[in-house]
């Protein structure tokens, strides 16, 4: 039953010390800010055309 202990004793330290390197890991780097793209008007261009084929698949689907 001691060496049963003992084990898991050591599992939990091993977990802690763990979980603490990561924290501490996570809490040392920047975070990075992520860059603005730049805007594009498309508010002439026409998304969506029909072609013969999409007039296909709709009939199908019908």
């Known amino acids: 039953m001691k060496q049963e ?7 939990l330290k091993h977990i802690l010390a ?6 501490g ?17 498309r508010s ?3 998304l969506y055309h029909e072609s013969e084929s999409f007039k296909k698949y ?3 689907l019908r």
């Open 5 to 11: 202990e003992g084990k898991r004793r050591s599992f």
């Open 58 to 60: 709709y009939k199908t």
């Open 18 to 23: 763990g979980t603490a390197a990561v924290v």
């Open 25 to 41: 890991t996570a809490a040392i780097v920047q975070p990075v800010k992520a860059k603005s793209a730049p805007t594009v008007d």
């Open 44 to 46: 002439d261009e026409t």
